[in-house]
């Protein structure tokens, strides 16, 4: 059975990006040297999920920044304008459904779901068992929310949290199994 695990970091206000999808203030978190335990929930994954406007902005990071193979959740990319260098590292699903059919079959068990909308489709659909959310010490006034709105009151059951030196703070959550679809 394949599970969606979530490690993500917001503003204080909620926000995963700015309004025009820059991530340019997460930078203050990684200049700090602190791995803020994404190695280890890393090591524990098979493969990745995100969305197409994560994929757009990872895509420029040099180097590439991932081992496993990723999927991108998208109906507009076509594997054919994609960079040659990609090849082999990239797989585009046009649903969640096919993105977790192709991760089955591939022997995937664990998927870590990165984006927003990604994430919110996962949470709809029971995908996700746990989230890591670290919330950084910046207030960005707008962007683009991390949860959308009108969306069913969904409890969760909170596992732990921890400061580190930068300010930031994390929190693991882990959904309750009526939540999940057997």
């Known amino acids: 059975m394949v599970s969606g695990h979530v490690f993500i970091a917001t503003s204080l206000d909620g926000y995963i990006a700015r ?3 820059s991530i340019d203030w997460l930078n203050a978190a990684s200049a700090s ?4 335990g994404y190695g280890e929930f890393i090591a524990g994954m098979d493969g990745i999920l995100m969305g197409g406007e994560t994929f757009r902005t990872v895509m420029g990071f040099e180097p590439w920044p991932f081992t496993l193979p990723v999927m ?5 990319l076509e594997m054919a304008l994609l960079p040659e260098w990609l090849a082999g590292k990239v797989t585009i ?3 969640l459904e096919a993105g977790i059919g192709l991760a089955a079959n591939s022997g995937w068990h664990r998927i870590y779901v990165d984006g927003g909308e990604t994430i919110q489709a996962g949470l709809a659909a029971g995908l996700i068992r746990d ?12 962007g683009r ?3 959308g709105s009108g969306r069913a009151d969904l409890q969760l059951h909170h596992v732990s949290t921890r400061s580190f030196a930068s300010g930031l703070v994390q929190s693991r959550y882990e959904l309750p199994d009526q939540a999940r679809p057997e």
């Open 145 to 147: 929310p991390l949860f």
């Open 19 to 21: 309004t025009d999808g």
């Open 72 to 76: 991108v959740l998208s109906r507009r």
């Open 131 to 142: 989230m890591v959310i670290s919330r950084l010490p910046v207030l960005l006034g707008q």
């Open 93 to 95: 699903v046009r649903s």
């Open 33 to 36: 040297g602190e791995d803020h």
